[in-house]
């Protein structure tokens, strides 16, 4: 709350282009409002002109709240404070590491986020899961090593200690050290982020020690040019704090989240039940959904760093005023790229600008005017990179004028933020057509029109400051403080634990310390007490109100059933985290009446809407008359933004100024359009497919019962033509996109005559199948006719199904029925009807049936749910575009993706190309590569029979790993989809290990000899050294619990960039479990897990490393480890040197590299995954 002799209150957001002032007039209440090019000194410049003010001269006193990317820009560039970080002995690599999943699916050179600290120094103090110490603290190492940091420079300490949220003696014993040795800033993991996972709580640690600083020697500039005023700052979770209190881990999204909380006051003054709000800026674009209350997340990742905080919660899409507009292989594409602020749109006219932007486009079309804008547009120099445009499809055969090209790259924009809005409304379950579209950000009122058609939304609503509206939310924000402290695993079936109570009351007080000197007079407290609560045995919790354990577990019973579509009935419920809101309330600013203007139009202009150019009216939003609608097409201009009012559209401005659109168009939505190849259509169908996929995705995710599935993301989802052809997917998990076609082509097969309301379920070896836990749902899509369309199939992991031993990998397997049950081509839907008693009698057939079929038939039942969700997103597709087009699209997109792999073929050498590597057994892998022209043949003749053991892969893995091999060559954001194999003759002799007889064993040739088969494609195309070849499977346990992981090594090196470190490769993509999180649910300490340096082979591009991790036994258990690369190491390329093999050691000696042993107390495991090879002679 402002003290009452400051007069002036300004709300200020600093964004990447521009940086938004509001003043208000405490005594008049008048507001004014100004833009100016963002920068460090764009606050105090904006201040200056709303005051009228030259530069220098002083600042009245004033409250000033703000909201800045300054945090976000920091990580992004890696701009920070030089920060050293303190990690347990075994751990200093984590960071790198992180969860050893790969940002880029098919990206051949692998890009990790850099680490945020410069130096990590390891301490060999070591604290248990129960909180007890079991080494201390060497205070005179911990004092040299940070001494030594201080001397090169580093100003800030990061404290991360395992076990450390448990209890912070070890880490407050480190900040004493460092604050007697003079650092600067110390950030301690037990009171940045108080809760289990270590990564999690490293990340956020160091992000807030690399970020703090740096935040606060900005806004102590700022407090000396404001005097007497008073600087408070956003937060990302939505409340203004002081910045005296303004940290690192708390600014990420600063700025966003004002925009968030003004949307949530837009609908409430309005009394909008429902809103989504749309806040399109010049880099990117922010959705969020309010219902009544704010939305927040718990953890997040900007720029690679794992964030945990409570944060507003959003989705952003890289489409914002600078996106770059392109024509790449013949699609035409918005984003993710952007010109930024600098040098901006080519019609800024700045130096530098070369690349044409969304803002160009929507000038040339008439929907962005200059009357307002901040400085003078040029429209002759966009216009001209039309034309170019133009061109360049009209060599290829496609006529379009400009304004027709400039039109397509609108509607490539329009479905990118349509399907953002769909995320954060469909995607949750959320009708979004019965929500109202709260519309700001500069660029917001050029679009929203066509967004909201496109998503059927009726009403728009522009607040008097749509513009500037994140601004404006700081004006209307709340002052909050947010706490957590670790529950302790407690489980609601047993007594609530005591210290819950003075765990509450200490958070609650920290938080009302923390804003006692914002509460004024008016002031109302409001404390929200919460417990995040989750079934035992997975990691996604969801909050629920503080009270007895029956209420809050019905209180969750409920949220779970909501937000997943089921609950467990009996399961345990168990607490993760205690969390407390302290939030300090005051008046609200209200915005003053309006008077009714003339509602005459300034002028009349030419604007592109309906697809066509129409003559348009242009108003001034102040000279609009009250309640009265103005029809589109038309032009209203405020003092931020251009609104166009599309034809269909009528605006009314009501007596607060708001701009009020509705949509009145009524009947057939369907689109026009062609069944010839579009470059726009292109795109759109592109993203369309691509969208199913991933919306199929999310439906799986939050409706799965098993952590497979659920928590490690071991599934996929595609969309497939009606001959099986795979179309489009989402990025999941390679293994299984290119093996799903030969699935679906086998259940087809198998049913020629499908009918509508049928499910099938198949994951059966020889017929598409990769291993027998990989069960794939099939659901054929048809017309009103009955005609088989499409297909939708969705891919999952199945903790078990059944085998010699849990979850179904048993290392020493030789025939197919000792790995579990096989469901050939099953019909499990029939007229609609699930087949329960059917499948449950599959998954208990056979000599070693599933161990828990509840589970198999409650995760098939999401595969289902999963495939419905996709099936009515392609009728709403045919509703749009029609069942011709719709289908066209389908081969459009495969011919593309042909056309772009044919390409690719044609940049590598003609001639045959030959290699071949050997299994860790002796087993030979040999294939030959003929390129001629753009064609290629690809030749496994000369690899071994099929062998004995499991390490056998299923011709459908095979083909899975061709696919990738090409998609990668390709090198460009398409679809993996079978038109990538129309320009490739495979040969895979029968009965080979690459294509067993129907009996054999599979179970390690999906997760183990696919990594092979890349390795022997990327030699024979010479494309990079071999990878580790391995995905290092371990699994343990007991009677009691089962554990499985697989872990990441190292990459091989390309003529280009050195092989990355510490990362899964290929054909798999799955996170590892925190260790942590591993030591706190199993009888198992994790000693190391850290990179495995000097493991890559060398070479003027050296390999990347593995990875070792280093595991203790604390009770009798079983372990099984299934690895490749222990005796052949991953080869070297033109000179280079290979990697170093990997290693199972017990307790310092060497295992096999398949081997079942039973371990007792104090045993040691130890694994050493392989290096990648070298590229080049290192010498």
């Given at each position: ?468 509206l994140s601004a404006f939310g700081m004006g209307v924000a709340n002052f909050e403080w947010h706490g957590e402290r670790d529950a302790g695993r407690a489980t609601l079936d047993d007594p609530l634990p005591e210290r819950w109570e003075s765990d509450f009351s200490l958070l609650e007080q920290s938080g009302r310390t923390a804003l006692a000197s914002d509460a004024g007079p008016d002031a109302h407290w409001n404390v929200r007490r919460q417990v995040a609560l989750r079934y035992r045995g997975t990691e996604a919790t969801l909050a629920v109100d503080w009270t007895d354990a029956r209420g809050m577990r019905a209180a969750f019973e409920a949220l779970h059933r909501r937000e997943f579509g089921y609950t467990r009935p009996g399961h345990a419920v168990e607490a993760a985290t205690l969390r407390v809101a302290v939030e300090l309330r005051s008046a609200k600013p209200e915005l003053p009446q309006v008077e009714a203007g003339s509602g005459e139009p300034i002028r009349r202009t030419k604007l592109w809407s309906a697809g066509t150019l129409v003559e348009a009216p242009v108003y001034l939003r102040e000279s609009l008359p009250v309640r009265r609608e103005i029809h589109g097409p038309a032009l209203v201009l405020d003092a931020t933004g251009t609104v166009v009012v599309d034809v269909g559209f009528v605006a009314m401005r009501n007596e607060r100024d708001y701009l009020i659109v509705r949509d009145t168009q009524v009947g057939d939505a369907r689109e026009l359009a062609e069944t010839g190849v579009d470059p726009v259509l292109l795109e759109v169908f592109h993203n369309q497919f691509k969208s199913i996929a991933e919306q199929m995705g999310i439906v799986l995710q939050r409706t799965a019962m098993s952590t497979n599935i659920r928590d490690r993301l071991d599934f996929s989802c595609a969309v497939f033509d009606s001959r099986g052809g795979l179309v489009a997917n989402a990025p999941h998990i390679p293994v299984h996109l290119g093996a799903m076609s030969e699935s679906v082509r086998a259940v087809l097969a198998a049913h020629p005559d499908t009918k509508p309301g049928q499910v099938f379920a198949t994951n059966d070896p020889a017929a ?412």
């Amino acid at each position: 709350m402002a003290r009452p002799n400051l007069r002036h209150q300004f709300w200020i957001d600093r964004g990447g282009t521009f940086t938004d002032c509001i003043h208000r007039d405490r005594l008049t209440g008048a507001i004014r409002v100004t833009k100016v090019l963002s920068s460090d000194q764009a606050p105090l410049l904006g201040i200056r002109q709303l005051l009228d003010l030259r530069a220098g001269d002083p600042i009245p006193p004033a409250e000033v709240r703000m909201g800045t990317t300054l945090a976000t820009n920091a990580l992004l560039e890696r701009g920070g404070c030089r920060t050293v970080l303190v990690a347990d002995e075994g751990f200093g690599d984590l960071s790198w590491i992180g969860d050893q999943t790969r940002p880029d699916l098919f990206a051949l050179d692998i890009e990790k986020p850099e680490p945020l600290a410069e130096k990590v120094i390891e301490v060999a103090a070591r604290m248990t899961a129960d909180g007890s110490v079991l080494r201390p603290l060497d205070v005179a190492v911990v004092r040299r090593a940070l001494h030594e940091a201080l001397e090169h420079g580093a100003k800030s300490v990061a404290v991360s200690l395992i076990h450390a949220y448990r209890e912070g003696a070890l880490e407050g014993q480190v900040a004493a050290i460092a604050t007697e040795l003079g650092f600067a800033h110390i950030s301690l993991s037990h009171e940045v982020s108080n809760e289990l996972g270590l990564l999690g709580r490293t990340d956020t640690t160091t992000a807030n020690a690399y970020l703090t600083p740096l935040l606060t020697q900005y806004m102590r500039k700022l407090e000396q040019e404001l005097g007497q005023g008073r600087l408070r700052m956003m937060q990302s979770n939505g409340g203004l704090v002081d910045a005296s209190a303004f940290i690192g881990r708390n600014a990420v999204l600063s700025g966003p989240a004002a925009g968030v909380v003004a949307t949530g006051a837009v609908a409430d003054e309005l009394g909008v039940a429902e809103a989504i709000g749309f806040d399109m800026g010049g880099t990117s674009t922010d959705v969020s959904r309010y219902a009544g209350q704010l939305s927040r997340v718990f953890e997040s990742q900007v720029g690679g760093i794992r964030i945990r905080a409570p944060m507003i919660e959003l989705h952003t899409v890289a489409a914002g005023g600078g996106s770059i507009c392109r024509l790449e292989a013949k699609r035409m594409t918005v984003g993710p790229h952007s010109a930024s602020a600098d040098p901006g749109p080519i019609c800024y006219g700045k130096p530098g600008a070369k690349e044409l932007t969304l803002t160009d486009v929507s000038l040339c079309l008439g929907r962005l005017a200059e009357d307002r804008f901040p400085f003078a547009l040029n429209e002759d120099k966009p216009r001209k990179k039309l034309e170019r445009v133009a061109a360049e499809l009209r060599a290829g055969g496609v006529e379009r004028d400009p304004e027709e090209v400039a039109h397509g790259f609108l509607r490539v924009a329009t479905e990118n933020m349509a399907a953002a809005i769909q995320k954060v409304s469909v995607g949750r379950g959320h009708d979004v057509r019965t929500h109202a579209l709260v519309v700001f950000g500069g660029a917001g009122g050029q679009y929203a029109c066509l967004i909201a058609r496109r998503l059927g939304i009726r009403r728009l609503i522009f607040h008097p400051y749509a513009g500037v509206l994140s601004a404006f939310g700081m004006g209307v924000a709340n002052f909050e403080w947010h706490g957590e402290r670790d529950a302790g695993r407690a489980t609601l079936d047993d007594p609530l634990p005591e210290r819950w109570e003075s765990d509450f009351s200490l958070l609650e007080q920290s938080g009302r310390t923390a804003l006692a000197s914002d509460a004024g007079p008016d002031a109302h407290w409001n404390v929200r007490r919460q417990v995040a609560l989750r079934y035992r045995g997975t990691e996604a919790t969801l909050a629920v109100d503080w009270t007895d354990a029956r209420g809050m577990r019905a209180a969750f019973e409920a949220l779970h059933r909501r937000e997943f579509g089921y609950t467990r009935p009996g399961h345990a419920v168990e607490a993760a985290t205690l969390r407390v809101a302290v939030e300090l309330r005051s008046a609200k600013p209200e915005l003053p009446q309006v008077e009714a203007g003339s509602g005459e139009p300034i002028r009349r202009t030419k604007l592109w809407s309906a697809g066509t150019l129409v003559e348009a009216p242009v108003y001034l939003r102040e000279s609009l008359p009250v309640r009265r609608e103005i029809h589109g097409p038309a032009l209203v201009l405020d003092a931020t933004g251009t609104v166009v009012v599309d034809v269909g559209f009528v605006a009314m401005r009501n007596e607060r100024d708001y701009l009020i659109v509705r949509d009145t168009q009524v009947g057939d939505a369907r689109e026009l359009a062609e069944t010839g190849v579009d470059p726009v259509l292109l795109e759109v169908f592109h993203n369309q497919f691509k969208s199913i996929a991933e919306q199929m995705g999310i439906v799986l995710q939050r409706t799965a019962m098993s952590t497979n599935i659920r928590d490690r993301l071991d599934f996929s989802c595609a969309v497939f033509d009606s001959r099986g052809g795979l179309v489009a997917n989402a990025p999941h998990i390679p293994v299984h996109l290119g093996a799903m076609s030969e699935s679906v082509r086998a259940v087809l097969a198998a049913h020629p005559d499908t009918k509508p309301g049928q499910v099938f379920a198949t994951n059966d070896p020889a017929a598409g199948g990769s291993h027998l836990p990989d069960i794939t749902v099939v659901t054929p899509v048809h017309d009103a006719e009955g005609v088989l369309r499409f297909v939708v199939a969705s891919r999952g992991h199945h903790a078990d199904v059944g085998g010699l031993t849990p979850g179904s990998m048993p290392p020493s397997s030789t025939r197919l029925d000792e790995e579990g049950v096989v469901l050939r081509n099953l019909a499990i839907v029939e007229n609609g009807a699930f087949g329960e008693r059917l499948l449950r009698q599959a998954l208990s057939a056979g000599p070693h049936p599933a161990r828990n079929p509840d589970e198999n038939l409650a995760d098939i039942q999401a595969q289902i749910a999963a495939n419905e969700k996709g099936m009515q997103l392609l009728d709403a597709l045919l509703e749009r575009y029609g069942m011709d087009v719709v289908s066209a699209y389908m081969q459009h997109i495969q011919d593309n993706a042909a056309e772009l792999t044919t390409r690719a073929i044609e940049r590598l050498a003609d001639g045959e190309h030959e290699f071949e590597d050997q299994l860790d057994d002796g087993a030979r892998i040999a294939v030959r590569v003929t390129v001629r022209g753009g064609a290629m043949e690809i030749d496994f003749a000369g690899t071994d029979r099929a062998l004995d053991s499991n390490l056998n892969a299923p011709r459908a893995v095979t083909m899975a790993a061709i696919l990738y091999v090409l998609r990668v060559l390709v090198g460009k954001p398409i679809p993996l989809n079978s038109g990538c194999m129309r320009p490739v003759r495979v040969h895979i002799p029968k009965g080979s290990l690459l294509d067993p007889e129907p009996e054999r064993a599979v179970a390690a040739g999906n997760v183990e000899t696919s990594q092979r088969i890349v390795d022997v494609l990327f030699g024979a195309l010479g494309l990079a050294a071999a990878s580790q070849g391995t995905m290092n499977n371990i699994t343990l346990g007991d009677d009691r619990f089962a554990y499985y992981e697989t872990l990441g090594g190292g990459v091989g090196a390309t003529k280009d960039r050195a092989g990355a470190s510490g990362v899964h490769t290929h054909m798999t993509n799955s996170k590892c479990t925190d260790p942590e999180v591993l030591e706190t649910r199993f009888p198992i300490r994790v000693r190391r897990f850290e990179l495995r340096h000097g493991s890559g082979g060398a070479g003027a591009q050296p390999g990347g490393d593995g990875l070792v991790r280093e595991l203790e036994f604390l009770s009798p258990m079983r372990v099984s480890v299934v690895s490749e690369r222990r005796k052949v190491p991953p080869y070297g390329m033109r000179g280079g040197d290979p990697g170093a093999p990997g290693m199972n050691l017990l307790n310092g000696k060497q295992l096999a590299h398949r081997v079942s042993v039973e371990v007792s107390p104090g045993d040691v495991l130890r694994v050493e995954t392989p290096g990648g090879g070298g590229w080049g002679d290192p010498r």
